[in-house]
Nanobody, 114 residues
Framework: QVQLVESGGGLVQSGGSLRLSCAASGATGRGYVMGWFRQPAGKQREMVAIINSGGSTTYLDSVKGRFAISRDNAKNTVYLQMNSLKPEDTAVYYC????????WGQGTQVTVSS
């Protein structure tokens, strides 16, 4: 059974930083896409950043230059370093894993105050 456990959300002032972590268990292969999505209140879920097993990344335009995704394949863990946070980054952030089917974490709240 695949499980994704997220940590690192919270409340931060505009311009601050947070680091999200997501540890995957039950998925033993390394050739997977991992990433982060977010869902602001009342809006649709959107892709924030994804990374494949080779380290290639894709970012939402609005976070380019501010967020950085990375992964530790030995630990089956993906990270999202978020810098220069803005109030519009406020959302529930979800860890994502694709092994041929999609898996989602439980979500962690990120709130950026102005």
């Amino acid at each position: 059974q695949v499980q994704l456990v997220e940590s690192g959300g919270g409340l931060v002032q505009s311009g601050g930083s947070l680091r999200l972590s997501c540890a995957a268990s039950g998925a033993t292969g390394r050739g997977y896409v991992m990433g982060w999505f977010r869902q602001p209140a009342g809006k649709q879920r959107e892709m924030v950043a994804i990374i494949n097993s080779g380290g290639s990344t894709t970012y939402l335009d609005s976070v380019k230059g501010r967020f950085a995704i990375s992964r530790d394949n030995a630990k089956n863990t993906v990270y999202l370093q978020m810098n220069s946070l803005k109030p519009e980054d406020t959302a529930v952030y979800y860890c994502y894993l694709n092994t041929g089917r999609d898996y989602w974490g439980q979500g962690t709240q990120v709130t950026v105050s102005s």
